[in-house]
């Protein structure tokens, strides 16, 4: 029966992939701190008035029924006022940017990203997805004992939290894969994004519309039929770009991450949007986070980080070729 060696063999590489993966890195930080920092911009430049102004038709926010009575904009009712729970939630989201201690901020991360993303009367989408990036980057945060997400590891993870992580790592780029492809896809099936003027309405619109020093220039530009054409399609071939790379090998993650930034630094030099793009690009970063080259065997506990202990090559007699090994010091 040809089904059970093909079962065999995928559980064996995932086992290998398992067995490497750590998410431990500087690449991890970076992302998470991006997003974190994103999140906060929206609380310090932003009046609370203007985060929890009524809307016609859906009344006063924030909304505190149901499971948003879990937010911290509801915490406390009406004994506390809305400017303590606005700081509890800055206190929060700086300690997560500064990356001290993963293992005990992810939860109160996803906690903060949630109020945010729930209670707010107008929010933008990134909200949205950084509650999402929160909420999958639990595991990666409770398997992450280091004391600030900028250094290496002191010592490998167990393999009970590698596993856990690298599904969680998997669900993140499949998930901000899926927003880019579906947000492309469904593009095509308006009219101005199909016929290529899109971007020429957008750079006029009254609300999102370039913002100054950039509009005398982007508005010359959009004058040009090529160039309208180029930025529209352009924008949506981007997406799928980032959407594909985004689910295939380190180095086209990587690749990934760098028309990503290129698409949303784009969108803040013309739009603005700084809290959607930040959380866009954390996000893509924190997706192409490479794999730390770690020893796939050995004991889980007394190992060490394979960035600060010296190595030697191996040869292994019974599968022929050589492998690395960390040499205890």
Same mark, same amino acid.
């Given at each position: 029966?040809?089904?059970?060696?093909?079962?065999?063999?995928?559980?064996?590489?995932?086992?290998?992939?398992?067995?490497?993966?750590?998410?431990?890195?500087?690449?991890?930080?970076?992302?998470?701190t991006?997003?974190?920092?994103?999140?906060l911009?929206?609380?310090?430049?932003?009046?609370?008035?203007?985060?929890?102004?009524?809307?016609v038709?859906?009344? =006063?926010?924030?909304k505190?029924d149901?499971?948003?009575?879990?937010?911290?904009l509801? $915490?406390?009712?009406?004994?506390?006022?809305? =400017?303590?729970?606005?700081?509890?939630?800055?206190?929060i $989201?700086a300690?997560?940017?500064?990356?001290?201690r993963?293992?005990?901020?992810?939860?109160?991360?996803?906690?903060?990203?949630?109020?945010?993303?729930?209670?707010?009367?107008?929010?933008?989408?990134?909200e949205?997805?950084?509650?999402?990036?929160?909420?999958?980057? #639990? @595991?990666?945060?409770?398997?992450?004992?280091?004391?600030?997400h /900028?250094?290496?590891? =002191?010592?490998?993870?167990? @393999?009970? /939290?590698?596993?856990?992580?690298?599904?969680?790592f998997?669900?993140?780029?499949?998930?901000?894969?899926?927003l880019?492809?579906?947000?492309? &896809?469904?593009?095509?099936?308006?009219?101005d994004?199909?016929?290529?003027t899109?971007?020429?309405?957008?750079?006029?619109?009254?609300?999102?519309?370039?913002?100054?020093? /950039?509009?005398?220039?982007?508005?010359?530009?959009?004058?040009?039929?090529?160039?309208?054409?180029?930025?529209?399609?352009g924008? $949506?071939? &981007?997406?799928?770009?980032?959407?594909?790379?985004?689910?295939?090998s380190?180095? /086209?993650?990587?690749?990934g991450?760098?028309?990503?930034?290129?698409?949303?630094?784009?969108? #803040?030099?013309?739009?603005?949007?700084w809290s959607?793009?930040?959380?866009?690009?954390?996000?893509?970063?924190?997706?192409?986070?490479?794999?730390?080259?770690?020893?796939?065997?050995?004991? @889980?506990?007394?190992?060490?980080?394979?960035?600060?202990?010296? =190595?030697?090559?191996?040869?292994?007699?019974?599968?022929?070729?050589?492998?690395?090994?960390?040499?205890?010091?």
């Open positions: 029966m040809q089904v059970m060696p093909a079962v065999q063999s995928l559980a064996d590489r995932l086992a290998v992939r398992t067995g490497r993966h750590d998410l431990r890195s500087r690449w991890f930080g970076t992302g998470r991006v997003m974190a920092l994103a999140q911009s929206v609380l310090l430049f932003a009046p609370v008035k203007a985060l929890l102004v009524p809307v038709g859906m009344g =006063e926010y924030p505190c149901g499971v948003r009575a879990a937010s911290a509801c $915490l406390g009712g009406d004994t506390v006022g809305m =400017e303590p729970r606005r700081w509890l939630l800055i206190v $989201l300690v997560v940017a500064s990356g001290y993963p293992r005990w901020t992810a939860i109160p991360h996803a906690w903060a990203a949630y109020s945010v993303a729930v209670s707010i009367a107008v929010p933008d989408g990134g949205s997805v950084g509650m999402i990036m929160a909420l999958l980057m #639990i @595991p990666v945060g409770l398997a992450d004992d280091r004391t600030w /900028w250094r290496r590891p =002191e010592r490998e993870a167990r @393999p009970s /939290w590698r596993t856990l992580s690298f599904v969680a998997l669900a993140m780029r499949v998930q901000i894969a899926y880019y492809l579906d947000s492309a &896809i469904a593009k095509f099936g308006v009219a994004w199909a016929n290529g899109a971007e020429y309405y957008f750079l006029r619109d009254s609300m999102f519309g370039v913002a100054r020093p /950039w509009d005398s220039f982007f508005l010359w530009l959009s004058k040009n039929s090529l160039i309208v054409v180029a930025l529209t399609w924008a $949506l071939v &981007i997406e799928i770009a980032i959407g594909v790379c985004l689910l295939a380190e180095r /086209w993650r990587k690749a991450m760098v028309m990503d930034v290129v698409l949303h630094g784009s969108i #803040i030099l013309t739009m603005g949007l959607f793009a930040l959380v866009m690009i954390g996000s893509a970063i924190v997706c192409a986070s490479p794999d730390r080259r770690r020893p796939v065997t050995g004991d @889980p506990g007394a190992g060490g980080d394979e960035g600060a202990l010296p =190595e030697s090559g191996v040869h292994c007699a019974e599968c022929g070729a050589a492998v690395r090994v960390v040499t205890a010091v």
